[in-house]
């Protein structure tokens, strides 16, 4: 649907620069931020999440960062629902507003509207936990790729939550968890413009094993530490963590933790390329693009799509 109101969102892969365009085009359009970054919505996890910095947090006004705790059942579609509801108190404000994120389901829940799917018999994932405790996710990603090719490329197969609830839909109903998807959704009351950073693969790959050692230096280590005692709840079962929780149980050495955190975001990367690559009417920058160029862009899009 059409609408007088625009909100533009910011979608790539992981540290490419996304939070440092929202604030540029925040303060161009005097508008807000909504973050959409699964990872950034929990206060316990600062350093391994790349949440903004205090200058960048203070440059404009953010929502949905660390305002939820590891401890609450939070979901994308509890996201999709504050974040509307959010975005409508926005908009009374200004008809443009920015949305920013890497967690590409959470960007489609707000965007799009979330697929609904049937209730499965919880022993289902009961026993798919067991599963995972004894065997490890590999097992589950293989039963995955056979029931469902379709979503096997494109879930984050190194996250069990996600991989368990593929699954258990599979399972549970009798059919591919992917049958369940693209169905038509309730329309939005804003016009949406993405844009999307994007570089060569070596200098994603480049820029995120420089995050990955700065956040070292920057004590995620020590983080990691006060969030070992509680492993094994879902916001810690992502990457960053879950590689220095196999240090701290004497499965891994630090160096090859360290190493095993690159390869994961790298992978990671690549998973949001694959995701993010679907949307054709994605506007692709590089990285490198002036702010100027991007602004123009939005702005043609915008009175094009005003009545």
Not at 32 to 46: G, L, V
Not at 81 to 105: H, T, Y
Not at 107 to 123: N, R, T
Not at 249 to 270: L, Q, V
Request: proline share 4%.
């Amino acid at each position: 649907m059409t609408s007088n109101n625009f909100l533009i969102t910011i979608v790539g892969p992981t540290a490419i620069g996304k939070t440092a365009l929202s604030i540029q085009l925040a303060n161009h359009f005097k508008s807000a931020i909504i973050s959409c970054d699964s990872r950034q919505f929990y206060k316990e996890m600062t350093i391994g999440t790349a949440v903004p910095d205090t200058n960048e947090l203070a440059a404009a006004t953010h929502h949905f960062i660390q305002n939820r705790s590891i401890f609450e059942d939070y979901n994308v579609g509890s996201f999709e629902r504050d974040a509307l509801a959010k975005l409508d108190d926005l908009f009374k404000e200004n008809p443009i507003q920015i949305m920013v994120g890497g967690s590409g389901l959470y960007v489609d829940a707000v965007l799009k509207g979330l697929d609904y799917f049937p209730e499965v018999d919880p022993k289902i994932r009961e026993n798919l936990t067991l599963q995972l405790e004894k065997e490890g996710v590999e097992v589950l990603q293989e039963q995955l790729k056979e029931l469902d090719i379709e979503t096997y490329n494109v879930i984050e197969l190194q996250n069990p939550k996600r991989v368990m609830r593929a699954l258990e839909v599979c399972i549970g109903a009798g059919i591919p968890y992917s049958t369940f998807k693209n169905k038509p959704k309730a329309p939005r009351n804003f016009t949406s413009i993405k844009i999307g950073l994007d570089a060569d693969r070596e200098i994603i790959y480049n820029r995120i094993n420089m995050r990955v050692d700065i956040m070292m230096e920057n004590g995620l280590l020590e983080e990691a530490k006060t969030l070992y005692p509680h492993k094994n709840l879902n916001a810690l079962q992502t990457v960053g963590y879950r590689e220095l929780f196999s240090y701290f149980d004497g499965d891994f050495t630090k160096e090859f933790a360290i190493s095993e955190i690159k390869k994961n975001t790298r992978r990671f990367a690549k998973r949001q390329g694959t995701w993010f690559k679907r949307d054709e009417t994605t506007l692709w920058f590089d990285y490198q693009t002036d702010i100027n160029t991007i602004i123009a862009e939005i702005s043609d899009k915008i009175n094009i799509s005003k009545p």
